[in-house]
C-alpha cells in the first residue's frame, strides 16, 4: 500500500526528531523578550535611521572603493576580514532578534485554546523564510565578503523590515498580555 | 512486542491473503533454529529482567497510577514473554499461533499508549492538541484516499501478510508521534523527565519496527538473519532507556500562572495577519528589481 523508501523516511524521521528532543533543554516560562528602550526599538525612527545607516556602511562600496584607491594588499586583506566579521554579527543579531520574537509568540500562543493552525502555519514558514535568507547570506558572506553583498543589499533591507514585521506582532502580543495579567 | 526478537522467521512470504489471518503460513522450524542461539536466549532473558524491574520501579515509586496506560504495557508485555517463554519451552508447535494473536493485541495496547503520550504531552495546551488531532486526520485521510485510489487501478495489493498489516498499524502510530514531535519541539512544551523518556523510549521502539519490518517486507529472506537480532537489541536498548528515565516518579514541571490568554490569542491572530501581509507586501517588493 505504501512505497518502501517513504516508510524508511517516515522511520528515519521519528529517530532524528526524537534524538533532537530528548536533548532539548526544559523550558516552562515564557522566554523572556526584553523590550529595548525607545530608541532604539524597531519600530522607532531614530531606530530606522541607524538601522539603514549600518547596513550601508557595512554592505556600501564607499569605504571599500577608499581601501582600494590605497593601493595596500595587506590592508585590503584586513579590512575584508573586518568587513566580514562585522556583517557576520550583524546577521547574527538579525538571527537572534528573529528567534527572540518568534519564541516569544510560541511561548504565549501555546496556552490558548483556539489556536488558528493555518496562521500559525504562516507565521512559522515567515519565521523559517528569515532563517533561510539569513543562511544564504552567511554563505554568500563567508564565500566572497560584504562586497558581493552589495547586489544583495536591497535584500537584506528587505529582510530587516521582514523581522521588524514579527517584532510589531511580538510587541503587541506583550502588551495584550501585560494588560491581561494585570486585570487579573 | 517482545516476541517479537523470536518470530525472525515466523512469515513465508508468498501470496498468503488477509483472509488467512492470522493463521498464515509460517516457516516455523527454521525461526526455531534461529532463535534457539545463545545470544537469542540471553536477550530474551534480559527483556524479561528489564520488564520485572520497570514492574517494580512503577510499583515502588507509584508513577503507575500517572501513566497507567504506560503501565499496562508494560505490565502485558512482561506477561506475555514470560508465558511465551513457557509456550516455547512445552508447546512449541502452538508458539505461532499465540505469537500473532498477542502481537495485535500489543498493537491495540501500544495505541493507547500513544494515546497516553498525546494526552501527557499536549493536555495542557488544548490548542495544540486540536491541531495535532487535525494535521493527522488529513494526514490519514490522505494516506487511505491514495491507497484506495491505488488500490482500486489495480497498482498495487492490499497487505497480503500480517508483516505488512502490522507495518501498516504501526507507521500510523509512527506518523502520529512525529507530528507530535514537531509540535512538542515548535511549541517548546516542557515534557518532565518521565515522559520525555516514555515518549522517545516508545517512538524509537515504533521507528524502529517501522525499518525492520519494512526491510523485511522488502528484502525477504535476506533480512531474515538480521531481522531477528536487530528487533530484539533495539527493544532492548528501548527498556534501558526506560529504566533510567522511570527509576523515580518526576512530574513535568509546574507551567506558568494561566492568563486570560483567549483574548490574548485573538488579539494577536489579528496582529499576526497584520504583520503577514505586511511582510508579504515586503516580499513582494525584494522580488522587483
Redesign the interface.
Known amino acids: 500500500m505504501i512505497g518502501t523508501l517513504p516508510l524508511l523516511a517516515i522511520g528515519l524521521l521519528l529517530i532524528g526528531l526524537l534524538a533532537v528532543l530528548s536533548r532539548r533543554a526544559e523550558s516552562v516560562g515564557d522566554e523572556s523578550f526584553s523590550e529595548p528602550s525607545n530608541d532604539s526599538s524597531p519600530g522607532s525612527p531614530r531606530f530606522e535611521e541607524r538601522w539603514k545607516v549600518i547596513v550601508e556602511r557595512i554592505f556600501g562600496c564607499e569605504d571599500w572603493d577608499f581601501v582600494l584607491s590605497q593601493g595596500s594588499k595587506e590592508l585590503r586583506r584586513l579590512f575584508f576580514c573586518e568587513r566580514k566579521q562585522i556583517a557576520l554579527c550583524w546577521l547574527s543579531e538579525i538571527r537572534n532578534q528573529a528567534r527572540a520574537a518568534m519564541r516569544f509568540h510560541v511561548s504565549r500562543a501555546r496556552r490558548s485554546r483556539k489556536l488558528a493552525a493555518l496562521l500559525e502555519l504562516r507565521l512559522a514558514l515567515d519565521y523559517f523564510s528569515i532563517r533561510m535568507k539569513c543562511a544564504l547570506i552567511a554563505f554568500v558572506l563567508l564565500l566572497r565578503g560584504p562586497v558581493a553583498l552589495r547586489g544583495m543589499m536591497g535584500q537584506a533591507s528587505h529582510l530587516a523590515e521582514q523581522l521588524r514585521g514579527l517584532h510589531k506582532v511580538a510587541s503587541q502580543t506583550e502588551a495584550f498580555a501585560s494588560k491581561t495579567t494585570t486585570s487579573q | 512486542m517482545a516476541r517479537q526478537r523470536n518470530a525472525g522467521g515466523l512469515i513465508r512470504k508468498k501470496g498468503e491473503g488477509l483472509w488467512a489471518f492470522p493463521f498464515p503460513c509460517y516457516d516455523l522450524f527454521h525461526a526455531i533454529h534461529m532463535t534457539s542461539s545463545h545470544a537469542m536466549l540471553f536477550l530474551w532473558l534480559t527483556g524479561i529482567g528489564l520488564e520485572s524491574l520497570l514492574v517494580v520501579r512503577a510499583l515502588a515509586s507509584g508513577w503507575f497510577k500517572k501513566y497507567p496506560f504506560f503501565f499496562a504495557y508494560v505490565m502485558s508485555v512482561f506477561l506475555q514473554d514470560v508465558f511465551f517463554l513457557a509456550v516455547y519451552r512445552f508447546h512449541v508447535r502452538d508458539y505461532t499461533a499465540f505469537y500473532w494473536w498477542a502481537e495485535f493485541f500489543s498493537v491495540l495496547i501500544g495505541s493507547a499508549v500513544s494515546w497516553e503520550i498525546f494526552r501527557l504531552v499536549l493536555g ?5 492538541g ?2 495535532a488531532r ?2 493527522l486526520l488529513f494526514a490519514l485521510i490522505m ?1 487511505i484516499a491514495k ?1 484506495l485510489a ?2 482500486l487501478r489495480g497498482e ?1 495489493s ?2 497480503s501478510t500480517a508483516v ?1 498489516l502490522e ?2 498499524l504501526r ?1 500510523i502510530q ?2 502520529s ?2 507530528v507530535l ?2 509540535l ?9 523527565r518521565n515522559v ?1 523518556g516514555i ?2 523510549g516508545y ?2 521502539f ?3 519496527i ?2 525492520v519490518l ?2 523485511r ?2 528484502l525477504g529472506n535476506t533480512f531474515q538473519a538480521s531481522w531477528v537480532f536487530l528487533q530484539p537489541l533495539c527493544y532492548t536498548a528501548v527498556l534501558v532507556l526506560w529504566c533510567q528515565s522511570l527509576w523515580r516518579y518526576e512530574p513535568a ?17 489579528l ?6 501581509h ?2 508579504r507586501a ?2 513582494g ?2 522580488m522587483r528589481p
Open positions: 495542557r495546551y488544548p490548542g495544540a486540536r491541531m487535525n494535521v494516506v491507497g491505488e488500490s498495487i492490499w497487505p505488512e507495518r501498516n507507521v509512527a506518523v508521534l512525529i514531535a514537531m512538542s519541539f515548535y511549541y517548546v512544551i516542557p515534557l518532565g520525555k515518549f522517545a517512538g524509537l515504533i521507528a524502529t517501522v525499518l519494512t526491510l517486507a522488502s514541571t509546574a507551567l506558568e500562572p494561566q492568563s486570560n490568554i483567549e483574548e490574548d490569542y485573538r488579539s494577536l491572530a496582529a499576526t495577519q497584520k504583520g503577514l505586511q511582510t515586503f516580499l517588493k525584494s
